[in-house]
């Protein structure tokens, strides 16, 4: 039974569950709790079937050009993939190519060390400080590669953009990629660096601000450079990555600019009325610029909290990991999934066993 010697062993990402629950709220996965705009409704509604014969554009033109028009910069400088993770891992096995470690957060994205582990890339964290921020000193040693999360999840803490050009300023011969999953959650892109640095990849997703998990389409932006050496290895992995659905569906939802910045809006709102409400019941966390709060409470264990929350069919992120063991990852949902949310905690949290 040699053949084992040869397999490839990973240990994969472990997502979010996806129960489908009468009455849940599910607060989990940092999904959008709106629609996709009004007009990917309507597409999707009318979508002509008989196109589904024929292979998609495998260079997903017209949202690359979508994206490119919306972000003002050229459509060379764009790639689009099934998801950011999709982005994720070919820039993974494009960029990081060094026997020197990759750096990123100790605590952070846990899909990275997944991805270094299965392209056998060296790495090495680097611990947040005591109110979970990056240092830029400890990116300034040698390294083969650089990733972070701005905001970083599941902190939800954003750096500014000096720590973001701190860190690029001092790690020219790398690529560093900034992965802005939740960046429209009132942050500012590290796309104005772009002009000046074209060594940096910026990541975005149109999972969380857009509402579209479903579809599978996230998206980054660098030098056009950067961008071909990126495109050269998608092409000799698989030229159809995204379907045309996602394609025609992705472009609309671009287009739906004042829908989007509606929908964000009111998750911002939510969230800061939600922070208040959490801290009058004794939990505490990092200020977050993202669409969840990373929250612990001063008497009750978080797993406790969990699972209380799980009976009740409200789910929420919790993971038994050094540092961050004691704090629940809490999406922000609609104003009324929240009521229902502080309301249980209201009610029940004075029950628990601590
Ligand atoms: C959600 C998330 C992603 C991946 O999202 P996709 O759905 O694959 O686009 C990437 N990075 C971070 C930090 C995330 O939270």
């Keep these: 039974m040699n053949w084992e010697e040869n397999v490839r062993k990973v240990v994969p990402y472990v997502a979010g569950e996806q129960p489908n629950k009468q009455n849940m709220i599910k607060l989990n996965t940092n999904e959008c709790p709106y629609p996709p705009a009004p007009g990917v409704e309507k597409l999707a509604a009318g979508m002509n079937c008989d196109a589904l014969r024929l292979y998609p554009d495998s260079n997903t033109t017209p949202l690359v050009d979508a994206l490119a028009e919306y972000y003002g910069v050229s459509s060379k400088q764009v790639f689009v993939g099934v998801g950011s993770d999709d982005v994720l891992a070919m820039a993974f ?42 240092c830029p000193s400890d990116y300034k040693q ?47 892109s590290a796309l104005s660096l772009l002009e000046k640095y074209d060594n940096l990849l910026v990541v975005q997703t149109f999972s969380k601000s857009r509402a579209m998990a479903g579809l599978r389409i996230g998206f980054c932006i660098g030098s056009e450079k950067l961008i071909g050496y990126l495109n050269d290895v998608k092409f000799s992995f698989n030229s159809y990555t995204m379907n045309m659905p996602s394609q025609v569906l992705g472009v609309e939802a671009v287009k739906d600019d004042a829908y989007f910045k509606e929908t964000t809006g009111k998750i911002i709102a939510t969230r800061e009325r939600v922070k208040k409400e959490l801290k009058e019941l004794g939990f505490s966390f990092p200020d977050s610029m993202a669409n969840f709060v990373f929250a612990s409470h001063e008497n009750v264990p978080a797993e406790k909290i969990f699972k209380a929350l799980r009976e009740a069919d409200i789910y929420v992120r919790y993971w038994n990991k050094p540092r961050i063991n004691n704090s629940l990852r809490i999406t922000i949902g609609t104003d009324e999934e929240m009521d229902r949310l502080i309301a249980f905690l209201k009610q029940e949290l004075g029950k628990i066993e601590v």
């Design 93 to 134: 096995l494009t960029f990081f190519n060094s026997d020197k470690p990759i750096l990123f957060p100790d605590v952070t994205y846990s899909f990275y060390d997944v991805w270094a582990d299965l392209y056998r890339i060296p790495y090495k964290t680097c611990a947040l400080d005591e109110n979970w921020h990056i």
């Design 142 to 188: 040698p390294n083969g590669g650089i990733i972070f999360p701005n905001p970083n999840a599941p902190t939800g803490l954003l750096e500014s953009l000096d720590v973001v050009e701190e860190i690029l300023e001092a790690n020219r011969d790398v690529i560093v990629i900034v992965d802005e999953a939740y960046i429209d959650f009132g942050g500012t």
